[in-house]
């Protein structure tokens, strides 16, 4: 790449998709600014950024890094190099021919960049313009967004809701995961470039957008959203009625550790009867992240996911100390919203049994990600691997099937009724370990697309 220096922010991420905040469109597979997951075997709770991995072979060891900026290791000569002759040739005939001059130049590169990208057919590999990327950044980070807050797929004909995000606009107006937004203040979107749709969406604090939702087999309807200036926390807990400790992780972020160490450190010394960690709505994020997290329930030494390449060749990801909730009876909850490293935590939580999962079949999105800069500010999120659970198993477009199985009804939302958290309750005050419960009956999964993005 000439005169350009790449920048690697390295941590590998986990995450389902793309995120509507403020005027761009950016996703939300983001990097944590200068840490390195890969130099350092941590041994204190809650650091996240030295991540133990038993296999030096991971992807960011293909990487060398220099003061010129970030080069792919060395490899061996291909039979075939790339031809930008027919590039070049497209870009004279419109500086010499196109109608209206001058050329945007830093449009028509920017332009190059996603037509190149978006070749590979891969929803999750996409360019972030610098506008979007700093954006994607602040709200890993914790800080403020502007938007309706609501994760997005985009890989189907409309934008589709993955999940609306806690105390957003969106959750206010009652949006659910696969709702399907099919108009834009009145204008179908059908056949319409689902980035332009985004765009439509997205907009400033305080305005409005009119959106006609499909939901299964309901009739569209319309719901009014004010766009609205959010801060989203990462961990929200508190001690409910029968003693049962409840933590709700919105994200894993920079801040979801040492936020779900506060709730910890809070609510075990009342002596709680149980556990609930609600995981449901929850799009993903830093993988790193979810290995601490997991750090706080399961023993040192425990497998929390497995990194498969493209050649075939894997790397563990294991646990590196033993947290400080080990013990309590757990419960966690998921549902169709709940993707990526809630989904990687989930599956260790049931593969070592030590919580029972209620709820309903997660999202199913089991690749992994990094984010390099670009000297213009951008980003290119880049798919480097796929990823196991603890068991071996790959849940892309499948999901993780609950121990037992909630629905919540739409009956349930406008009753304000909670039925995968009373069965969870319910299990807790009852006893029952995940030794205890007898495991669903799989049908043969199907596999889908399941790749997606984010408002």
Known sequence: MKNQTIKILSIIVITISFLVIGFSSGVILGTVAERNAFNLVGDMRGSSSNLEVDNSQNVLSQIRFSDEGLEPAAEESS??????????????ILEEYYVDQPLDKDALVEG???????????????????????????????????????????????????????????????????DLIIAIDGEDQTGIDLNLSLSKIKGPEGTEVVLTIKRGTDEPFDVTITRARLTTPMAIWEMR????????????GELTVPELEKALDDLLPQNPVGLVLDLRNNGGGYVDTCVSVAEEFLPKGSLVLTERRGDGSTSEYK????????????????????????????GALQY???????????????????????????AVSVTIARWLTSAGDSINGVGITPDVFVERTEEDFKEER????????????????????EPIVEEEPVEVNAEDENL
């Open 112 to 178: 190059a960049i996603e037509g190149m990208i978006n070749a590979l057919g891969d929803p999750h590999t996409r360019y972030s313009d610098a506008e979007s990327y700093q954006e994607e950044l602040e709200y890993m980070a914790g800080e403020e967004y502007e938007g309706i807050g609501a994760w997005v797929d985009l890989s189907g004909d409309y934008v589709k809701v993955t999940s609306p995000m806690r105390g957003s606009p969106a959750e206010a107006v009652g949006l659910r995961p696969r």
């Open 241 to 252: 009625e029968n003693q049962i400790a409840y933590i709700e992780l919105t994200q894993f």
């Open 79 to 92: 039979d075939s190099e790339l031809d930008l002759e027919p590039f070049w040739e497209a870009y004279d």
């Open 418 to 437: 909670d039925p995968q958290y009373e069965k969870a309750v319910e299990l807790l005050l009852n006893g029952v370990r995940p030794e205890d419960v």
């Open 352 to 378: 070592y049994e030590r919580a029972i999962f209620v709820g309903t079949e997660t999202y199913g999105k089991g690749t992994m990600q990094i984010q390099p800069e670009l000297s213009n500010g951008g």
């Open 319 to 346: 646990t590196r100390f033993t947290g400080i909730a080990q013990d309590i009876p757990m419960i966690v909850l998921g549902n169709d919203g709940t993707a990526s490293a809630s989904e990687i935590l989930i």
